[in-house]
């Protein structure tokens, strides 16, 4: 069992920047992809970013250049740090981890993000 918890989140104004924090409860990375996703209200999960055991990086097209996901294996701790937030990025932002050899997939909670003036 994997517990991974969300922080971070809070308001912020448009064009602010917010670095979330994913920390996961025993070392993980080297077998388990992290993901950040978000949920707004109405609207359906969605993938935001992703970095694989391997380290591979990617970014949904409407974060790229704004988002960037990194991770810090001594913490335990995958980071997404947000530059230039839109309203659109309003949502709440779950934390994901996945080892699709072994079938294990676990979530965090969730953190909130509002970006409003």
């Known amino acids: 069992q994997v517990q991974l918890v969300e922080s971070g989140g809070g308001l912020v104004q448009p064009g602010g920047s917010l670095t979330l924090s994913c920390t996961a409860s025993?070392?993980?990375?080297?077998?388990?992809?992290i993901s950040w996703h978000r949920q707004a209200p109405g609207k359906q999960r969605e993938l935001v970013a992703l970095?694989?055991?391997?380290?591979?990086?990617n970014y949904d097209d409407s974060v790229k250049g704004r988002f960037t996901i990194s991770r810090d294996n001594a913490k335990n701790t995958v980071y997404l740090q947000m530059n230039s937030l839109k309203p659109e990025d309003t949502a709440v932002y779950y934390c994901?981890?996945?080892?699709?050899?072994?079938?294990?997939?676990?979530w965090g909670k969730g953190t909130q993000v509002t970006v409003s003036s």
């Open positions: 994901k981890g996945a080892n699709n050899l072994a079938g294990y997939v676990y």
């Open positions: 025993r070392s993980i990375f080297n077998i388990y992809a």
């Open positions: 970095i694989t055991s391997g380290g591979i990086t």
